[in-house]
């Protein structure tokens, strides 16, 4: 079977200025989590973003499990699978994007990351946390914005870093702090309260 290099040299075709043109934003790591390459669509998204960290351009509220994730998987000790994340755009927007991410390889070695951002939605401005919310520690935070993304135990592991176990016993005690019998309980509160806000719109 012919390599993708051997097709395009038969075609005389150019992938990376096609890639360049293509209207879906795509973008490349390094090792390190730098942004090494944006096509067009994504330097739109993102102006300015090469030669940044890619935790510059996310939401306050996902760098901290992002950046552990992104370490595990350069160790291979954590999976490529596709995922939701919050990035933070100029003007103080936010956006959801849905990412579809693969490793690159030089040998056996993990050199970097391409992914592919599949769709965006616009998310609403938070609103104004109720006086009677609780006040939930960075973990619990992290807990009830992956429990509003409709995660599993299994995945909110991944995503932390954490064991599944470690995992249900920080989502207990978030349910405790929001005095709530369910984990779509304890969502349904955090957006009464203002400590989630939702995307705009129906999801793609």
Not at 126 to 147: D, M
């Amino acid at each position: 079977m012919a390599t993708l290099d051997e097709g395009l040299e038969t075609l005389g075709g150019d992938i990376h200025a096609s890639l360049q043109e293509v209207g879906v934003p795509m973008y490349i790591l390094d090792r390190k989590g730098t942004i090494v390459w944006l096509n067009d669509a994504a330097e739109e998204l993102v102006p300015g973003a090469v030669g940044k960290k890619f935790t510059d351009v996310l939401a306050p509220d996902q760098i901290h499990s992002a950046r552990r994730l992104f370490a595990r998987r350069m160790l291979g000790a954590a999976p490529f699978a596709d995922h939701t994340t919050t990035i933070s755009l100029p003007g103080g927007v936010r956006r959801e994007v849905d990412i579809s991410s693969v490793p690159l390889r030089k040998g056996h070695q993990i050199v970097g990351v391409y992914g592919v951002i599949r769709a965006q939605h616009p998310v609403t401005a938070p609103a104004a946390v109720a006086e009677n919310a609780p006040a939930l520690t960075p973990r619990q935070h992290e807990v009830i914005r992956l429990l509003g993304t409709g995660m599993t135990t299994s995945q909110m592991a991944e995503v932390m870093a954490l064991s599944p176990e470690t995992v249900r016993n920080h989502v207990k005690s978030t349910l405790r702090e929001l005095n709530a019998k369910s984990r779509l309980e304890a969502v349904l509160t955090a957006y009464r309260l203002g400590l989630l806000h939702r995307p705009e719109g129906p999801r793609d």
